[in-house]
């Protein structure tokens, strides 16, 4: 079975400053690797994906992802907050898909404020 | 492009009482699934369907939770009767088939905006 865990239920960051939003997982076998955010009232959006390929992942809205196996991490990180990434964010793990039963697992979400 | 459409967009009821849920996927979407996100928690996978048929359906409780996609384009999800602790949003997401089977990590899932359920 695979689970994630995300560390920081809130994180508060000041406009212009770094965000990092911790997320680690649990997996007894290379997992993909998500980031989704959800606005209020709105959709969830993918950010980025990390499948197997390089560690380092970036995706929309600047933001990055790295994937390290060693620390069972996949932290997600902006240079510069803006007011518009306000929102809710979601790790999420996928099993191979040579191992059947493919879901999304996705962690307990992490909100993020941004601090005028 | 038209996103993934669901309505009604909020509904409160009584315990017992029934309700129902309808999505409309992306044109050309043959995967379609419905989660239920219950507040303070990531969303959970009730079912899966590929076209109109079911893929996935483990995490459905099927005494009082029913889906179908008749014509494997819209769904509806119904909960009779429903039970306090059925008070959540729940999302309906779809996804592109982009290498002939069905892959979460390749075929990117596309949300529609919830429908936000409060049981009385």
């Known amino acids: 079975a695979q689970s994630v865990t995300q560390l920081d239920s809130h994180v508060s960051v000041s406009e212009g400053t770094p965000v990092l939003l911790r997320c680690n997982y649990s997996s007894s076998y290379s997992p993909s690797l998500f980031w989704y955010v959800q606005h209020p009232n709105k959709g969830l959006q993918l950010l980025l994906k990390y499948t197997s390929a390089a560690t380092l992942v970036k995706g929309i809205n600047g933001f990055e992802a790295e994937f390290k196996k060693s620390e069972t991490s996949f932290h997600l990180t902006k240079p510069s907050a803006h007011m518009s990434d306000a929102a809710e964010y979601f790790c999420?793990?996928?099993?191979?898909?040579?191992?059947?039963?493919?879901?999304?697992?996705f962690g307990t979400g992490t909100r993020l404020t941004i601090i005028p | 492009e038209a996103g993934v459409a669901q309505s009604p967009r909020y509904k409160i009821i009584e315990k017992r009482q029934s309700v129902a849920f309808w999505c409309n996927p992306i044109?050309?979407?043959?995967?379609l699934y419905w989660y239920q996100q219950i507040l303070g928690q990531g969303p959970k996978l009730l079912i899966q369907?590929?076209?109109?048929?079911?893929?996935?359906d483990s995490q459905l409780p099927k005494d009082r939770f029913s889906a179908e996609r008749l014509k494997g384009v819209d769904s509806t999800l119904k909960i009779q009767p429903a039970k306090l602790e059925d008070s959540a949003v729940y999302l309906c997401?779809?996804?592109?088939?982009?290498?002939?089977?069905?892959?979460?990590?390749?075929?990117?899932?596309?949300f529609g905006p919830g429908t936000r359920l409060t049981v009385l």
């Open positions: 997401a779809s996804s592109k088939v982009t290498s002939g089977v069905p892959r979460l990590s390749t075929d990117t899932q596309y």
């Open positions: 369907f590929q076209n109109n048929g079911v893929v996935d």
């Open positions: 044109s050309g979407h043959a995967t």
């Open positions: 999420v793990v996928i099993p191979p898909a040579n191992f059947g039963n493919e879901k999304l697992t």
